[in-house]
């Protein structure tokens, strides 16, 4: 991408340290006192950083969006893998045949991690698909960056917010998560939107 790589690496160490304040905070303030991270709270610290050293150093900050989703993707479902296994996130009892005895329980959980698994990885393979001719669609009228990070933004929320109806977080942050799951499908469907183009007359010229 033409782009310093000393600044780069500055920009993942920082990214990193950010998203696992924000990770720990958002986790603890949704499942106190357990213990763990929230994957959308790490990945708020990490592109909160990048846009801010998009704008230091004026980089496209979503052409970096778009590849640090194809990085973040195959990470994020091994780490919902791996709560799976470790039985570390489960959800309510369920009577269902794809309820799973979590280690101490002795009844079947909904495994949410499998879910949120699964559907990371659809998204990954759906945005590896169409990473080549998204820029050929006629809808997609102005062919900006960003195409793929806010895809998977609006299809990452949209499944949280099915996912969370399944969760044990408290009721209060329950109804919270789904308040701010719906605003924050909007804002990017509104962003997306905008992007695309398809506000304007003509299309936007790219940069």
Known sequence: MGLDEEK???????????GL???????F??????GGFSFWGGLAGLFLIFFLFARAQKWDF????????????PFAVLGQVGALLDGSTFGKPTVMPWGIYFPGSLIRSQPISLFMALSFFTIWVFL????????????YKSKESGFVFLSFLGLGFATTLV????SLAKIYWLWLKIILGLVSILVVGLIFLYR????HGKERQTK
């Open 8 to 18: 780069i690496l500055d920009a993942i160490i920082l990214g990193s340290i950010c």
């Open 21 to 27: 304040v924000f990770s720990k905070l958002i986790y």
């Open 29 to 34: 303030a949704e499942f106190y006192p357990q």
């Open 62 to 73: 979503w052409q970096i969006a778009d590849e640090l989703t194809f990085a973040i993707l």
């Open 128 to 139: 590896l698909r169409i990473e080549r001719y998204w820029r050929t669609w006629d809808w």
């Open 163 to 166: 996912v969370d109806f399944w």
């Open 196 to 199: 695309s183009g398809r506000l």
